[in-house]
């Protein structure tokens, strides 16, 4: 059956229409992606991740916990470029500018001493976006980001002040710094909760990789009858001695279960994939913005290791409830009544200390021996 010219004419007008509202969608989508690159995405092939790290990643520390995060991304298929054993000095910058010539547009540097190099780098290299641990320099694509890792010391001091027969727990720290001080003052509240007359003895390396200092200070800690150790610091020297001690130890960093199993009660952990991985995906996405991002419990950033079967059978359970309190929001470390070392009122009761005050903490609280040195 024969068909009308009208309705041929009709038929091509349909498909031409088609046709033309086709390119003009295609045309539309492309001039919006071109739109959401300008804005700051990176496409998945072409993006490549730099790190620059102070220490070994096969350290079983710090950066070795940060590493993770750098294969975490390459399990995502992400290119990833790193640098380790990098000091705090000129050959910083260097290093950075070497992965920014191997086509790397996002950085990551894990350590506070690089944070002037990586300023001037961010602002020499606009189009790269820098991520520096624990610095407070920012620029439009200079992010920091660091861990509440205070949160989960006060869960581990639960651990210690449940498992200590003597009541006295020792604490090895690397310097005298903010991070440490406020770790320390977390520990102790976390002991003091469940054990109150328990004392958080410190001692201070003035270093963060110090082995024989560990070695030594866990030595003196034992001596004056702890029975529980804990350390923040870059090396495993405070494992390995506790464990020649017969000491209870609580690690730091990554899991030193397999390490010194006759001893290891738990540790406080950093998870830094959790953070790499949704900050590359903003990168991906166009959301990526420079920020100061502090991440606690709730981020899944810091988290306390598995509770060994060697803590009294109450630990795990006094530990997941302040833990899901820290979540909901129902308990706040620094929140009062609180006192100094010195006995005084410093957090009075229904208040608690700002973020700013926190970061900033330079003293220590009720229940800590030992004296902050000049930093």
């Known amino acids: 059956m024969k068909k009308s010219r009208a309705f041929r004419n009709a038929k091509g007008f349909f498909i031409d229409s088609l046709i033309f509202f086709i390119v003009c969608t295609i045309t539309f989508s492309l001039a919006r992606c071109q739109k959401r690159s300008a804005a700051g995405s990176i496409r998945f092939s072409n993006l490549k991740v730099g790190f620059i790290y102070i220490g070994s990643i096969d350290d079983n520390g710090f950066n070795s916990s940060m590493d993770e995060g750098r294969k975490a991304l390459e399990k995502m298929g992400i290119a990833c470029l790193y640098e380790e054993n990098v000091p705090e000095t000129a050959e910083c ?14 950085i990551y540097a894990n350590s506070f001493g690089y944070m002037d190099w990586v300023f001037r780098l961010a602002i020499e290299y606009p ?12 620029t439009e694509n200079l992010s920091t980001f660091f861990g509440r890792m205070y949160e989960v010391r006060y869960l581990t001091g639960i651990v210690a002040g449940l498992n200590s027969n003597s009541g006295k727990i020792g604490y090895v720290a690397a310097s005298s710094i903010s991070e440490c001080i406020r770790g320390i003052n977390a520990f102790t509240l976390g002991v003091r909760s469940v ?16 082995p024989d200092g560990a070695k030594a200070a866990v030595d003196d800690l034992n001596s004056m009858g702890c029975d529980v150790v804990t350390f ?12 020649k001690k017969g000491m209870y130890v609580i690690g730091y960093n990554t899991s030193a279960a397999s390490m010194a199993p006759s001893v290891y009660l738990t540790g406080a952990l950093f998870h830094w994939e ?16 420079s920020r100061s991002f502090w991440g606690g419990i709730k981020s899944k950033v810091v988290d306390i290791d598995t509770i060994t079967e060697l803590c009294v059978p109450e630990t795990k359970d006094k530990v997941t409830r302040a833990k899901n309190d820290i979540i909901s929001g129902d308990l706040e470390i620094f929140q009062g009544p609180i006192r100094d070392q010195n006995g005084k009122e410093i957090v009075h009761k229904g208040r608690k200390l700002s973020d ?20």
């Open 195 to 210: 054990n109150p007359n328990a004392t958080v003895n410190v001692r201070f390396l003035n270093s963060w990789y110090d």
């Open 93 to 106: 910058e260097s290093k950075i500018r070497s992965l920014i010539d191997k086509g790397c547009n996002v």
């Open 356 to 375: 700013e005050q926190i970061w900033n903490m330079d003293y220590f609280l009720e229940g800590v021996v030992g004296q902050i040195p000049a930093h």
């Open 232 to 243: 923040h610091e870059n090396s495993t020297a405070t494992i390995k001695e506790a464990e």
């Open 274 to 289: 959790e953070y790499f991985l949704k900050d590359v995906e903003d990168v991906l996405n166009g959301n990526w913005k």
């Open 127 to 138: 189009s790269v976006k820098f991520c520096h641990f624990s610095g407070y320099m920012h």
